[in-house]
């Protein structure tokens, strides 16, 4: 089975600290996605990727930034971390040749305080 | 633009009461309907894909069927660990990214 590792499940950050998410998988996946989730507006994508060094803005990229230095990792960076982005942060990936469908990974819970 | 709607948002069912839930979607060149069960703090679980109108797919108590407009997900028999947020996302020609709909929170009662 694929599996997409977050690397933490739980993180309490600063208002003004650069926060690193990372997200690793191991089926060769081309594709990856990170999304936050809040209560009553579901998934919103905020970066994906098709492949390696290859970024797309999603829907809501402001206040993020992403890395994809090699083909099983996506990073996902705030650069200066506010309060409203406190969230739920999930990492998918998905073959870019046959079922479209993601695989996520277990969620980081972010607290910005 | 594709969309997914779903329906009810949340579900509370008692035990044993059968019942559906229900992803409308509009998306240009279905590849794929998806649906997955999402736990409380967790990551959502991949539970089906449909790909065609008239398809159906099953696990357990659940059901998964598809018609050209809608996508239906039968749960028969329902315990209480059903209890869970049930996804729906839709697959449309040209992309790779899913659509999504914002879920149904279901909550079976002893």
């Known amino acids: 089975d694929v599996k997409v590792t977050q690397s933490s499940r739980y993180l309490v950050k600063w208002t003004g600290e650069k926060v690193f998410l990372e997200c690793v998988q191991d089926?060769?996946?081309?594709?990856m996605f990170w999304y936050r989730q809040d209560p009553g507006l579901g998934l919103r994508l905020i970066y994906f990727?098709?492949?390696?060094?290859?970024?797309e803005k999603g829907d809501i990229p402001e206040g993020y930034s992403v890395s994809r230095e090699k083909k099983e990792r996506f990073s996902l960076i705030l650069e200066s971390a506010s309060t409203n982005q406190t969230s739920m942060y999930l990492c998918a990936s998905s073959s870019g040749t046959e079922n479209y469908g993601y695989t996520f990974g277990s969620g980081t819970r972010l607290t910005v305080v | 633009e594709d969309q997914v709607t779903q329906s009810p948002e949340a579900l509370r069912l008692q035990e044993g009461e059968s019942s559906s839930l229900n992803c409308s979607y509009t998306v240009s060149g279905l590849r794929g309907l998806f649906w997955y069960r999402q736990d409380p703090g967790k990551g959502p679980e991949f539970l089906f894909t449909?790909?065609?109108a008239g398809e159906e797919k099953e696990k357990e108590r659940l059901k998964a069927t598809l018609t050209k407009k809608e996508s239906f997900l039968h749960i028969t028999a329902p315990k209480p660990e059903d209890s869970a947020t049930y996804l729906c996302?839709?697959?449309?020609?040209?992309?790779?990214?899913?659509?999504f709909g914002k879920g149904t929170k279901l909550s079976v009662i002893p």
């Open positions: 996302a839709a697959a449309g020609a040209g992309s790779y990214q899913l659509t």
């Open positions: 449909l790909y065609s």
């Open positions: 089926m060769d996946h081309e594709n």
């Open positions: 990727s098709y492949d390696v060094k290859m970024k």
